[in-house]
């Protein structure tokens, strides 16, 4: 077998109660489309039909490593979940996690977990190296996944550092729009509402520990290889090199602790996106009180960026509040800053609520923004939503909201529970323009209106709204791809070919089995560290960065290839939020909009990308060009 895999899956069929284990597609597979998001994208077209639904039992979840993943490669965390994406009917849902679980799995001699069917009952996976069975989850039913990875942990015993649980809560039993899948506390699979399909599987968790090593074809040479990733990855760039890589700026949980989330861009999601101004404000609250409270970085497996953290609050009146956060400021202001909520520790107490119930804020949290709006214009009364004060800042409210839609009880079990479309349109009174949305996919929350890369890279993502291609407006820069320099967030030129290039970078490094903040503008990631990685994994020595950006576009084509055969049309593309493209009233974006540039920049993508510009569909010739022609 080759290095880098541990050359066989474990398919569970919940309908028959039955677990297989078998060998990996051949070489030629393999190398077509590596691990992780590709391979899984691979599978999952052998399995399903343009007409299946992502709850339907015979759609596959599939739970990804890649050959890099629990080796000695930076960060080698990265699990990929692929399903059918549950919130967009035509699109495939792809979302990643880090932590142990992948790098257990691959320890434990598997490259993914396949699960098919719909128990009769709740049940677990617990997967002990070769000793891999389905227990009952009856007493796991109905509780949050704090809960839920402590007691399987206590179930199956031993050193509970050596486990790794990956678990719905109530929001995946309950198939909410948003459900996402979570894992060692600080991590979560929240893109493509996957969670609602492990839950519509009566899966309630995975657990797994191994003791095995991941088999490489030059360990040597492949630790020398690793270890200068490793450096340069969190080492000052040369003059002309570009800007620092991302691992630079969020290592040991720099984000809560810095004006990096504190609006100094306008990018803080605040108020549903109607005040910048008061989000620049609200960003600096919560880095001046993080300063006072207790941030423990949290790594995952060979992982020295650490931006996951534990958050034990200190002052104010959640003071002894302790959170298990996941880097980033995305889901502090999906659950906190779009309803107005000012308090640092009662932002922090709704993003871990929202963990624990398994949810990805970002969904549920732009139907409670829109409410909370709708309140605030004296559009939405009291008796409505059940005596609820849904004035901004009110996070009881929110807390309540939430549980009620996982109960399907009061106004949110009403009104909040459908998809973000339907619950605009139910909520009625203007929300259809008030929620944050794409085709119908909540975002990854943060005001994306003063950089147009990221926010067209999300429009035009293929696999529901998730981080593809970023361009290079913020963040950092892709100095392998040619972009040394920053553009200018609010000008069209030149944004669909960094979109289309960053995008196929991205691609193929989710392929990898490693986590992106490890690649993410780093020098050489692309012309040297990752295809040689590869290349000493597994043997295949004259793997390069051709080949490898090859792989990254092959995946964005079998994306759109599946979305139009389930029946994307061109207009789809442009099913977004009004609220996303509207000038902003004040902010670095105030009086500026993509929405008289988007048809333009779209169809310059599609020239990028080999598409047809009238249809948006992979022509004839690039899918050739790939090895697509008749994949399905």
């Known amino acids: 077998m080759l290095g880098g895999y541990a050359g066989r899956h474990l398919r569970v069929d919940l309908s028959r109660g039955t677990i297989e284990k078998q060998p990996l597609p051949d070489e030629a597979v393999l190398r077509k489309y590596v691990g992780g998001v590709g391979l899984g994208l691979w599978w999952l077209v052998q399995e399903i039909t343009p007409q299946m639904e992502a709850t339907d039992p015979g759609v596959p979840l599939l739970f990804m490593t890649g050959p890099l993943t629990g080796t000695p490669a930076p960060s080698s965390s990265n699990l990929a979940v692929v399903s059918l994406?549950?919130?967009?009917?035509?699109?495939?849902?792809?979302?990643?996690?880090?932590?142990?679980?992948?790098?257990?799995?691959?320890?434990?001699?598997?490259?993914?977990?396949?699960?098919?069917?719909?128990?009769?009952?709740?049940?677990?996976?617990?997967?002990?190296?070769?000793?891999?069975?389905?227990?009952?989850?009856?007493?796991?039913?109905?509780?949050?996944?704090?809960?839920?990875?402590?007691?399987?942990?206590?179930?199956?015993?031993?050193?509970?550092?050596?486990?790794?649980?990956?678990?719905?809560?109530?929001?995946?039993?309950?198939?909410?729009?948003?459900?996402?899948?979570?894992?060692?506390?600080?991590?979560?699979?929240?893109?493509?509402?996957?969670?609602?399909?492990?839950?519509?599987?009566?899966?309630?968790?995975?657990?797994?520990?191994?003791?095995?090593?991941?088999?490489?074809?030059?360990?040597?040479?492949?630790?020398?290889?690793?270890?200068?990733?490793?450096?340069?990855?969190?080492?000052?760039?040369?003059?002309?090199?570009?800007?620092?890589?991302?691992?630079?700026?969020?290592?040991?949980?720099?984000?809560?602790?810095?004006?990096?989330?504190?609006?100094?861009?306008?990018?803080?999601?605040?108020?549903?996106?109607?005040?910048?101004?008061?989000?620049?404000?609200?960003?600096?609250?919560?880095?001046?009180?993080?300063?006072?409270?207790?941030?423990?970085?949290?790594?995952?497996?060979?992982?020295?960026?650490?931006?996951?953290?534990?958050?034990?609050?200190?002052?104010?009146?959640?003071?002894?509040?302790?959170?298990?956060?996941?880097?980033?400021?995305?889901?502090?202001?999906?659950?906190?800053?779009?309803?107005?909520?000012?308090?640092?520790?009662?932002?922090?107490?709704?993003?871990?609520?929202?963990?624990?119930?398994?949810?990805?804020?970002?969904?549920?949290?732009?139907?409670?923004?829109?409410?909370?709006?709708?309140?605030?214009?004296?559009?939405?009364?009291?008796?409505?939503?059940?005596?609820?004060?849904?004035?901004?800042?009110?996070?009881?409210?929110?807390?309540?909201?939430?549980?009620?839609?996982?109960?399907?009880?009061?106004?949110?079990?009403?009104?909040?529970?459908?998809?973000?479309?339907?619950?605009?349109?139910?909520?009625?009174?203007?929300?259809?323009?008030?929620?944050?949305?794409i085709r119908g996919g909540g975002i990854n929350m943060h005001d994306w209106r003063p950089t147009w890369s990221i926010l067209l890279g999300q429009i035009l993502s293929s696999a529901g709204v998730c981080h593809q291609g970023l361009g290079v407006d913020q963040f950092t820069t892709e100095p392998d791809l040619g972009y040394v320099e920053f553009m200018p967030g609010l000008v069209p030129d030149g944004k669909a070919e960094a979109v289309a290039k960053t995008q196929m970078k991205k691609l193929w490094e989710d392929t990898l089995g490693v986590c992106w903040f490890a690649c993410w503008g780093l020098k050489n990631s692309l012309n040297y560290y990752t295809p040689r990685a590869l290349a000493l994994a597994t043997g295949w020595s004259d793997f390069d960065r051709h080949e490898a950006l090859a792989v990254g576009e092959r995946v964005v084509n079998l994306q759109r290839l599946i979305a139009v055969r389930r029946g994307f049309t061109k207009k789809d593309e442009f099913d977004v939020s009004d609220r996303l493209l509207e000038a902003p009233a004040s902010g670095p974006a105030k009086g500026h909009s993509i929405r008289p540039h988007l048809v333009r920049m779209v169809e310059e993508y599609y020239r990028c990308m080999g598409w047809n510009v009238e249809t948006g569909s992979p022509t004839p010739a690039t899918l050739e060009r790939l090895g697509l022609a008749g994949v399905w």
């Open 85 to 437: 994406h549950y919130d967009i009917p035509f699109a495939v849902g792809t979302a990643h996690t880090h932590g142990y679980w992948a790098a257990y799995l691959k320890h434990a001699g598997y490259d993914a977990v396949i699960v098919t069917g719909r128990s009769g009952r709740p049940v677990y996976l617990w997967i002990d190296d070769d000793r891999v069975e389905l227990r009952s989850a009856a007493h796991l039913w109905g509780k949050d996944t704090r809960d839920t990875e402590r007691l399987i942990k206590q179930e199956v015993g031993g050193d509970p550092s050596k486990i790794s649980v990956a678990c719905i809560g109530p929001a995946g039993e309950a198939l909410l729009h948003g459900a996402s899948i979570r894992n060692d506390r600080n991590h979560g699979a929240n893109k493509g509402s996957l969670g609602a399909v492990m839950g519509s599987k009566r899966m309630k968790a995975i657990a797994v520990r191994g003791s095995g090593q991941v088999p490489l074809a030059d360990r040597a040479r492949f630790a020398e290889v690793a270890q200068a990733w490793q450096d340069a990855g969190v080492a000052e760039p040369k003059p002309g090199e570009g800007a620092r890589p991302i691992g630079f700026w969020v290592r040991d949980a720099s984000v809560p602790r810095s004006r990096h989330i504190a609006g100094a861009k306008g990018a803080v999601a605040g108020k549903n996106l109607t005040d910048p101004a008061w989000g620049e404000i609200w960003g600096q609250r919560l880095t001046d009180a993080a300063k006072d409270w207790v941030i423990t970085p949290k790594e995952s497996y060979n992982c020295l960026i650490r931006c996951s953290y534990d958050c034990r609050v200190t002052t104010g009146p959640f003071a002894g509040l302790v959170a298990s956060l996941c880097g980033g400021g995305e889901n502090l202001e999906a659950s906190a800053a779009m309803l107005g909520v000012e308090e640092p520790g009662a932002v922090v107490a709704l993003a871990e609520y929202c963990d624990a119930l398994g949810i990805d804020s970002a969904v549920p949290c732009a139907i409670l923004a829109a409410a909370y709006e709708l309140y605030s214009r004296g559009l939405l009364t009291r008796e409505e939503t059940g005596g609820l004060d849904l004035s901004w800042g009110n996070y009881e409210s929110a807390l309540a909201l939430l549980e009620q839609m996982c109960k399907g009880q009061g106004f949110g079990g009403q009104m909040l529970t459908r998809g973000l479309k339907d619950a605009a349109r139910l909520l009625g009174r203007g929300a259809e323009s008030m929620v944050l949305h």
